[in-house]
Each structure stands twice: as C-alpha cells, then as structure tokens.
C-alpha cells in the first residue's frame, strides 16, 4: 500500500524543517518527507477533522512532573 500523499511539496517541507531548528541531514529529511502523508491524516484524526483546536490535545498541552 502506497503512502498517502503530503498535501505540501519537498520545499514547503524543508521550509518547516527548516523552522524547527531541527538538524536534519537530506536522508533523514527524504524518509520523513516520504511518510509525511501519513503524519497529516494522523493530526488530522486528533484533532478530529480539523475541527478542534490544536491546544485540546492533551498530550501537546500535558507537562509531566519530573
């Protein structure tokens, strides 16, 4: 089964990298790159079709006590 396709191109998506501050090399970006359509359904099912906001999310606003 083939990957869902990313709804962003490769440069919007070295733009985001780019964002993050992340120091990704150009293989780790392809293989990310590469499953990026699966990333978004995923965000998209939490936050149930887009209708949520993103802060309802527990685990993004949860911070675990050390």
Known sequence: MPAP????????????VRQTGLPLNESQKAEFFAVYGYIEAMAER???GGHRRREVEPAIVFKPIR
């Open 5 to 16: 396709k990313a709804t962003i191109t490769r440069d919007e998506f070295d733009a985001r």
């Open 46 to 48: 939490v936050r149930a």
